[in-house]
């Protein structure tokens, strides 16, 4: 084993971001249940957390509530930390997604991160259904953000009167923005959050938003200290040829059902950010999926790592099937 691969597992704080994909026909019952073992083994293998998406009314991918899958999946493993990537904030009333993520940090102590979005994560007709005028409401995101923290810190009030999210948990949740570009990079600034660049959705390579980030970041009871995790697409297999063979499959098999895998852009970013197979991708589709050996994608790792000044890194497989999906994270946990 090289240098790099002896000291990954004492360097790097790995985690699991799962989109709750359908893959080869599985219903949405059979999803869930694999994202179940994904977590349970993650666990197993020492990944630190397992973070799930919200996206609505897509139906390759079964995760609508990030809320409800995690408090099932509290249930059946019991040290990894469990998170939302992301809750997608325009759409919900503040006191709620307080409440509710309050209420997994009770059941859950110490092992909760709440992770904010400003995406629709759906087509429009879904984001209507779901709040009405999408963009109204991202317009009135950072009220809703000092609602939220407020509501954390329990110095909230409604005309004048306090309000506070129960239950009230005897450890407080982990706040996060997730997003690909500098807006969501300030707001986690502002509001002294943890900031996750989601670089596998971005054409960007994250040093301008995190940059702006760490520059402009003000101190809250959440957080004393910046903080950077980074969200990379990997496939990792026995040798490159196989890597590389895995992921032109998933690539043929989204494009043969017309749709792409991946999680929802923040709502200024190019809806058609795409995750592509090493062997014949440009520089920055190469930037947002690694595919290879093990050793080979913590090569690729650690240049993201050393770029943007964090060890933390969320690592989301797509497939190309659910057997190589968990093989790819076992992979790389083993290195």
């Not at 919200?54 to 019991?78: C, F, K």
């Not at 990379?232 to 590389?244: F, G, K, P, R």
Request: charged share 20%; with cysteine.
């Amino acid at each position: 084993m090289s240098r790099l691969g002896a000291n990954i597992s004492a360097k790097y704080n790995l985690g699991v971001l799962d989109l709750v994909p359908r893959l080869e026909g599985a219903t949405a019952e059979q999803a869930l249940q694999q994202s179940v073992i994904l977590a349970q083994r993650a666990e197993t293998w020492g990944y630190s957390r397992y973070w799930t998406s919200e996206h609505h009314d897509m139906d390759e991918l079964a995760s609508a509530s990030p809320e409800v899958l995690l408090a099932h999946i509290g249930a059946r493993t019991s040290t990894i930390q469990l998170g939302s990537g992301a809750v997608l904030l325009p759409h919900y009333s503040p006191l709620k997604v307080a409440e509710s993520f309050r209420m997994l940090a009770a059941l859950y102590p110490g092992r909760i991160e709440l992770g904010l979005g400003r995406a629709p994560g759906g087509g429009p007709h879904a984001t209507m259904a779901l709040s009405g005028n999408y963009l109204q409401h991202v317009s009135k995101l950072p009220e809703s953000l000092a609602a939220l923290t407020e509501l954390l810190e329990d110095r909230y009030t409604y005309e004048e009167h306090p309000v506070t999210a129960r239950p009230i948990p005897e450890l407080p949740l982990s706040l996060w923005m997730l997003g690909t570009n500098v807006k969501s990079a300030e707001f986690a600034a502002r509001f002294g959050m943890g900031y996750v660049f989601g670089q596998f959705m971005s054409d960007a390579d994250g040093t301008e938003a995190v940059r702006r980030y760490r520059e402009g970041f003000i101190p809250s009871p959440h957080r004393k200290e910046p903080e950077v995790m980074v969200a990379v697409s990997i496939l990792c297999a026995e040798t490159e040829e196989e890597a590389l063979s895995w992921s032109h499959e998933m690539t043929k098999n989204r494009r043969a059902g017309g749709k792409e895998v991946q999680a929802q852009p923040d709502p200024h970013t190019n809806p058609d950010t795409k995750a592509h197979n090493l062997d014949n991708a440009t520089e920055t589709e190469a930037q947002r999926h690694y595919a290879g050996t093990p050793l080979q994608v913590w090569e690729k790792l650690q240049q993201v790592s050393d770029r943007l000044g964090t060890n933390r890194l969320l690592v989301v497989t797509a497939g190309p099937d659910y057997g190589r999906r968990l093989s790819s994270y076992r992979l790389l946990a083993e290195a």
